[in-house]
């Protein structure tokens, strides 16, 4: 994913609905690329990079090697790589008109998230992404991508979602969750299930991983 020449991925991959990225850098908005953990997920992004560019928003990994070589290879192709604690950049980033990697599928306890459903069950669910949509002024445009079980990669580019945001966060929140999960029964096996997503629930819910 991070060494292997972009020529040989784009042999071994194909992209489905590139004209909807199009119809929004014809626009001349920015965008988030809505999307979600996958094992696959790296190796996707460079298949993509290499026929649109655009930045990510990301955390740094704990393991300061995997940490510098993620940082290295991801900034040698992407316009930019801005921190996810690092709001104000992200919001620069799409009122410029950049279009931004973002998955918004890993719960974690802040200021804008809720516990919602996710598979019918209860998760710490980011409300935010409908606000930074509204601030950077940005479209939502969902993607996924996957290996197939010949050994190649598909990628598959959405039309943009014209229904968020709206002034409910919590309901933009559910129908993200639901686009989530759409995207991962794509490839369910391909998918980060290793993250907790169920934890940090707060008090009157089970605790899933304690045993």
């Known amino acids: 994913a991070w060494y292997k020449a972009s020529v040989e991925l784009e042999e071994v991959s194909k992209i489905i609905g590139m004209e909807h990225l199009d119809a929004v850098a014809k626009s001349g908005r920015g965008a988030l690329l809505i999307s979600a953990h996958f094992t696959s997920m790296e190796i996707c992004g460079r298949i993509l990079l290499h026929q649109r560019k655009f930045s990510c928003l990301y955390r740094k990994p704990d393991q300061p090697v995997i940490a510098r070589e993620m940082t290295r290879a991801r900034m040698s192709e992407?316009?930019?790589?801005?921190?996810?604690?690092?709001?104000?950049?992200?919001?620069?980033?799409?009122?410029?008109?950049?279009?931004?990697?973002?998955?918004?599928?890993?719960?974690?306890?802040?200021?804008?998230?809720?516990?919602?459903?996710?598979?019918?069950?209860?998760?710490?669910?980011?409300?935010?992404?409908?606000r930074i949509a509204r601030m950077g002024k940005a479209a939502l445009v969902p993607y996924v991508g996957y290996r197939l079980e010949d050994g190649?990669?598909?990628?598959?580019?959405?039309?943009?979602?014209?229904?968020?945001?709206?002034k409910d966060a919590s309901a933009d929140a559910v129908k993200l969750n639901k686009l989530i999960e759409s995207l991962i029964q794509k490839a369910p096996d391909q998918y980060f299930w290793l993250h907790k997503r169920f934890k940090r629930r707060g008090p009157g819910y089970e605790d899933v991983y304690a045993k």
């Open 78 to 130: 992407m316009k930019s790589v801005i921190h996810m604690e690092e709001v104000n950049d992200l919001i620069r980033a799409l009122r410029e008109g950049e279009m931004v990697w973002y998955a918004p599928d890993q719960g974690k306890k802040i200021k804008y998230s809720e516990v919602l459903p996710f598979f019918g069950v209860p998760a710490v669910t980011n409300t935010a992404t409908g």
């Open 152 to 166: 190649t990669y598909r990628i598959e580019i959405f039309p943009e979602i014209t229904d968020i945001p709206t």
